[in-house]
């Protein structure tokens, strides 16, 4: 790729992401209700359920906040594919595809808009969460590298939906992504210890992305958490790293495919 076309492929992607950020001013109150979600499960797994659970070090609102930041990035795949989704349901990625736009510029732009929502919520939660008495204890740099690690999950979750979104007939199709993602994100050592689970259920939360992540947050948070008996456990870090690469490698060649290849 030259010069002059990765030039004109980042202004096309830069243009796609200032027009979805644009939706989104025009439409607050959908913005306003994601914002909201995670208030809600924030405080009613603080309040709610944190009464009546054990949790590792005894605090369950710090155990539970790192659990909760990952399941929301995997949950937001939900609100990827149901925008592309509809996209392509009405024509609008055929108006895309009509244009001298980069083939990788509209679902690049879609990652990058998706990604400041993340961010948003991040930060919403980690307010909410400061307000119910969690915190983290190893330094603000340590914090940070923890939500870069949340948000790298999310980039790569991102590509995934976008496939999926390009894939299906319409943005009625969500309820195949939650049948798909909420066992997934619920599969995982968030809320459960995957000692607990049968062997060989265990051994698939312990693979599971986003057990990785939740871990490696705890850590860098210096937040309890479940004792690590595994090799998964023992390199969440390296695993929390890899995985979303290898999500990325695997589902961003696949969106891009799928976009050149509409009929």
Known sequence: ???ATLRWTVLDAWTMTVRELERRVRRPGALIAALAFPIMVVLMMGYLFGGQ????????????MP????????????GTFTAIAADASRGI???????PLSASAPVAGRCAADLVDAALGLAVMALCGLA???NWHDGAVRALAAFGLLLL???????AGVWLGLVARGPESVMVIQVLVWPVGFLSSAMVDPSTMPG??????????????????????GQPGWEAHSWPGRHALALALAWP????????????????RLS
């Open 132 to 134: 119910i008495g969690w």
């Open 200 to 221: 060989w259920l265990g051994a698939i939360a312990e693979w599971n992305p986003l057990s990785a992540t939740v871990t490696a947050c705890r850590d860098l948070f």
């Open 245 to 260: 690469l290898v999500i990325t490698a695997v589902s961003l060649p696949m969106a891009v495919r799928r976009y050149r």
């Open 93 to 99: 990625t055929d108006r895309f595809r009509a244009l």
């Open 1 to 3: 790729m030259s010069a």
């Open 153 to 159: 999950l999310r980039a790569s979750l991102v590509w």
């Open 53 to 64: 659970m054990d949790a590792p070090g005894g605090n369950y609102r710090e155990f539970i």
């Open 67 to 78: 659990g909760m930041f990952a399941l929301t990035m995997a949950f937001g795949l939900e």
